[in-house]
């Protein structure tokens, strides 16, 4: 059987392909003379299944797509006080290369903007590492989010400095303000060559699925840096990442995203799926015409939106009964799906309302796929409080989701018949 979504990722692009409007970067001389006509589309799954379309193994410059992976790469580097001391975590409200740093303290305002960019290039490897150890583990950082070796385009990079004035500007006035402490020339050339590594778009949502999968790449399974981080960085991402169209982003599509002027934009969904585009017509901000038309499709499309109301907690209680077994009467809880707060907040209050006056309680796991710390905890104490009121506790767990959690006096089950006799 044909791919389903392959189907549908290539009519999205049949629809959006009409759209000619916007120009290839003109400020880069070899980017100028792109393709425009590029066009193609990728979803990567946390598992790691990928479903591409069109020109998803052209390949092109990454450009400011590399911010928040590089970003992430330096907060494991450094740790958070280090860079958060250096680069702040506020929207801008303004373009890419906005020439602005916080006024008392000199910080940029966010490492998605190249003020913010360069000064996270400078806080890569250790403190007194060298440009050219940094352009590699930039390098090599990048790969491990992509799960393959990348190359740096070295034409893109010679052309992007020659007329880097504008990220010598910014870099200059970091130095003035000593949140750069070194050769400022030197940062410009470590940024822009990070903004040259090559990719296709297939790379880009292999790296924006192991955003989505917290940092865990779902091909090679390695864990590139911490669940903190990704979750830090895509928190970043969703607030800055479209520079001064990401309320508008925020609002219409809603998910996590960052453009490059090469012609790529991404978007991770935490826990689903890592997505990436790519057309190199650009929009007065920046960023692709019909990547941006195509990531407002696939958000209403596919129910994207991560303000998306999931369902009601109280659907996490399957039923609620007494179950007349050879021991008696029994309460059985019947839990089933992801469960968090809310939902293990709804479950100890059923329990707390329902004056329950079975002398066994039973929570039967079986159909429930994750139980979260916290909602752990509440239904543990739950527990405990039934049986110091007197009662004795099973949890019915073939799956073991209960993993090595201590049950205390209560006592763990396969079967349903197991605890109710
Ligand atoms: O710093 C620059 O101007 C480029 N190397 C990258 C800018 C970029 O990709 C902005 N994003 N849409």
Redesign the pocket.
Same mark, same amino acid.
């Given at each position: 059987m044909r791919s389903i979504v392959t189907d549908y990722l290539a009519d999205a692009l049949f629809r959006v392909e009409p759209d000619t409007s916007g120009q290839t970067a003109q &400020?880069?001389p070899e980017l100028a003379g792109a393709n425009p006509e590029s066009l193609a589309a990728v979803v990567a799954t946390i598992d790691g299944e990928v479903y591409g379309s069109g020109d998803s193994d052209v390949e092109f410059t990454i450009?400011?797509?590399s911010k928040p992976f590089v970003y992430a790469l330096a907060l494991a580097d450094r740790g958070f006080d280090a860079v958060l001391d250096k680069v702040g975590v506020e929207p801008s409200g303004e373009a890419? @290369?906005e020439v602005s740093l916080e006024h008392d303290t000199g910080r940029p305002l966010n490492p998605m903007i @190249?003020a913010g960019a360069l000064t996270v290039q400078s806080l890569i490897g250790s403190w007194n590492s060298e440009p050219e150890d940094r352009g590699e583990r930039v390098r090599q950082g990048l790969s491990a989010f992509a799960g393959r070796e990348l190359t740096i385009d070295e034409r893109v990079y010679s052309s992007?400095m020659e007329t880097a004035h504008? @990220?010598l500007a910014i870099a200059h006035m970091l130095r003035s303000r000593d949140v750069l402490t070194e050769d400022p020339r030197k940062v410009v050339a470590g &940024?822009?060559r990070q903004?040259a590594v090559v990719v296709t778009t297939r790379d880009l949502a292999m790296m924006a699925a192991t955003l989505a999968n917290r940092g865990v790449n779902p091909l090679t399974n390695e864990q590139v840096v911490s669940g903190e981080i990704v979750r830090h960085v895509l928190s970043v991402m969703f607030t800055c990442g479209m520079y001064d169209a990401a309320g508008d982003w925020a609002t219409q599509v809603g998910i996590p995203a960052k453009? +490059?002027? +090469?012609g790529g934009l991404i978007g991770a969904l935490p826990g689903q799926v890592g997505i990436a585009t790519f057309s190199p017509r650009l929009d007065e901000h920046?960023?692709s015409v019909r990547g941006v038309s195509l990531f407002e499709r696939f958000s209403s499309d596919m129910g994207l939106h991560v303000m998306e109301i999931p369902s009601a907690a109280s659907s996490v209680v399957r039923s609620n009964r007494v179950h007349d077994g050879e021991r008696g009467p029994t309460r059985v809880l019947r839990l089933q799906g992801g469960i968090r707060f809310a939902g293990a907040e709804r479950i100890v209050r059923d329990i707390e309302e329902s004056g329950i006056d079975e002398a066994r309680v039973v929570f039967d796991v079986a159909l429930v796929f994750s139980l979260d710390a916290v909602a752990l905890r509440l239904i543990l104490e739950g527990s405990r409080r039934l049986i110091d009121e007197g009662r004795e506790v099973y949890f019915v767990d073939p799956d073991g989701i209960l993993a090595r959690a201590d049950v205390g006096d209560a006592v763990i089950v396969e079967e349903l018949e197991d605890a109710v006799g």
């Open positions: &400020y880069i450009q400011s797509i890419f @290369n @190249n992007e504008r @990220n &940024y822009v903004c453009s +490059g002027v +090469g920046g960023h």
